[in-house]
């Protein structure tokens, strides 16, 4: 619950969304688009530096990375789009305009299903999504004598530059924020950009504004802008709220402003740009129009792979997981293709034992394997460990050659050196003890070295059988099947008594 | 058509040129002139004709996704008027 949503008026968020398409090329011009760890102005040609007489020529691959995440996102495809000019004094784009789209967008009307916790899913509106070129970065600096100035890097400039525009359909900054994480899953999913909100190629600015509860008005909006991270954007929107609802309670009207996210200080008001908003688009005249057919919209339709919520919503009925299980392994592709590699591997068994298997491959891939790739720094496709290997691990498990406990350790070996789990058993002496007598002689010892808790066990605490399982698996290294070994204890215990 | 004092300031803000009063006359005279010659457009028969944003007959003119070599550091320097370390240098911008 947000603060605002216990008072008497509603929290109306839109949010507008830029990601940087991962192309070799920009968008308009032949220089890389890869240029994070370049030297400044080294990805400059006269087209992306406006030269006078260059001519650019539209990246195919960015139209279709566009129409991709539109159809992603459930958006429609007109046949007819083009490209404008967006003119604007500001030196961060040479030619004096951004070549965007207006009017005619690759793409419009979709929706986003998102989901805040113990709340039904809520289908969120996509206005549209089209596609521009990135600007050139500048820092601004002040010299000795004060004076300040800005310099430029135009390595930046004419990369491709995707802007999701959302629908004011937000009613909170949770919501707010589940929908950024959900619409960077399927940008990563798909795999048109690497979506990486510190790293400046997933950026977001939002509008917020209030309204008394059941009105359809908007109030006034703010624009908030220089948000770094999902708990920043959540934390903007909080804080707007909170003063906009002060504001209003004291009787005063909100100014539509853009404001900027100060960290540890909140939403302090930016100086406007006075007739900024007066673009003077045109259609760009340097750029046919781009026509698609359904044909060519279906062709890039085919490649999309299985999305999120489908995927999670099956991994649930064919393998009867629970939601949070099938929520994590799906949260990545490659997590969730691993998993399904994992299952793959074991084809053959029945569905009862398939649906086992899938539980316990889920147990380990959420358990151990995650902690061990967390603490080592590696993603699941760097992982050096085979999806038939851990399903070959977990077959071991199933009949018993090795016990849980030895598992773990088997796992973690398999991990570090990514050999088969039998030989990793051989090599680490960790075959089960299932032999009825090697069973016996190791409770004899341990009953034998443990006259005190065996005595009190005998008085009626329950509590010393667990202590003398853990010293009997302790004495076996964890080999000893634990059924059969509990089972042996206390019939020993009886016994004797 | 034509132009009035207000629109040609805003024109010269947009563009960030300063202008004196003759020069804003001269200007509203001579784009009302400009957009004179417009007005010819308005006497032609367009029943029927598709609007459109371009006269060419092209469409889907693309380019694939193959990157090329840029210029050098040093080319793209000696074309601004001042540089700093690597960057091209300019006067303060609001943020
Ligand atoms: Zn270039």
């Known amino acids: ?497 | 058509m034509s132009i009035d004092r207000e629109t040609v300031l805003h024109i010269a803000k947009l563009a960030r040129i300063a202008l004196t009063d003759d020069e804003i006359e001269l200007f509203r005279s001579q784009l009302s002139d400009i957009l004179g010659h417009f007005d010819v457009l308005d006497g032609i028969d367009t029943d029927g004709i598709e609007p459109t944003a371009q006269i060419l007959p092209l469409e889907n003119v693309f380019a694939p996704d193959v990157s090329r070599p840029s210029l050098p550091q040093a080319e793209v320097l000696k074309l601004a008027p001042l540089t700093d370390d690597g960057y091209l240098r300019v006067r303060a911008v609001l943020e």
Not at chain 1, 103 to 129: A, C, F, K
Not at chain 1, 153 to 179: F, H, Q, T, W
Not at chain 1, 254 to 272: A, D, F
Not at chain 1, 379 to 385: L, P, S, Y
């Open chain 1, 1 to 497: 619950m947000t603060s605002t949503s216990a008072t008497k008026y509603e929290t109306v968020i839109g949010l507008e969304v830029h990601v940087q398409l991962q192309t070799r090329r920009k968008m308009f011009c032949g220089c890389s688009a890869d240029y994070a760890d370049a030297v400044p102005n080294t990805h400059v040609c006269p087209v992306c530096m406006a030269l006078p007489g260059v001519l650019p020529v539209i990246n195919e691959k960015a139209v279709e990375s566009t129409v991709m995440t539109a159809l992603a996102l459930n958006c429609s495809i007109p046949a007819y789009s083009k490209f404008d000019r967006k003119n604007y004094p500001y030196p961060d784009l040479l030619k004096g305009y951004q070549i965007s789209q207006y009017d005619l967008p690759l793409s419009e009307r979709g929706w986003l299903e998102v989901e805040v916790e113990e709340q039904p899913p809520r289908r969120i509106g996509i206005t549209r999504v089209h596609l521009e070129e990135d600007t050139a970065r500048l820092t601004h600096k002040t010299d000795e004598a004060g004076e300040s100035y800005s310099l430029l890097d135009l390595n930046r400039s004419g990369v491709p530059l995707m802007e999701i525009v959302g629908e004011p359909d937000l009613r909170s900054p949770e919501e707010a924020r589940a929908y950024l994480v959900k619409l960077r899953q399927i940008l990563r999913y798909i795999g048109v950009s690497k979506a990486n909100m510190e790293e400046g190629n997933f950026r977001c600015d939002a509008n917020i504004s209030l309204r008394p509860r059941g009105a359809t008005a908007y109030g006034a909006r703010v624009e908030v802008k220089n948000m770094n991270s999902f708990r920043a954007v959540e934390n903007a929107l909080r804080f707007e709220a909170e003063r906009q609802t002060r504001a209003l309670d004291a009787g005063a009207s909100i100014t539509q402003e853009t404001r900027g996210w100060v960290e540890g200080e909140g939403t302090v008001s930016q100086r406007s740009k006075e007739g900024a908003d007066d673009y003077r688009y045109f259609p760009e005249p340097d750029l046919p129009p781009v026509t698609l057919t359904a044909a060519q919209v279906e062709a890039i339709r085919a490649p999309l792979p299985e999305l999120p919520d489908a995927r999670r919503r099956r991994f649930e009925q064919e393998f009867g997981l629970p939601a949070y299980e099938a929520n994590l392994l799906t949260e990545s592709r490659a997590r969730a293709e691993y998993f399904e590699r994992v299952i793959a591997a074991g084809a053959g068994s029945g569905d009862a034992s398939r649906r086992k298997r899938a539980r316990a491959a889920a147990n380990w891939m959420i358990g151990d394997f995650a902690r061990l790739l967390h603490a080592s720094g590696l993603e699941i496709d760097d992982a050096r460990i085979s999806p038939a290997d851990l399903c070959a691990m977990i077959a071991l498990v199933e009949d018993g050659a090795i016990s849980g406990t030895s598992a773990k350790a088997v796992f973690e070996e398999m991990f570090q050196s990514g050999r088969a789990p039998a030989a990793v058993v051989r090599e680490l002496g960790l075959e089960q003890i299932s032999g009825s007598d090697e069973i016996a002689a190791i409770v004899d010892r341990v009953l034998a070295a443990n006259e005190k808790p065996v005595a009190e066990y005998r008085a009626g605490k329950q509590e010393a059988l667990k202590f003398l399982v853990g010293q009997a698996m302790r004495e076996s290294r964890g080999r000893l099947n634990a059924a059969a070994l509990t089972e042996t204890l206390t019939a020993k215990l009886r016994e004797k008594a």
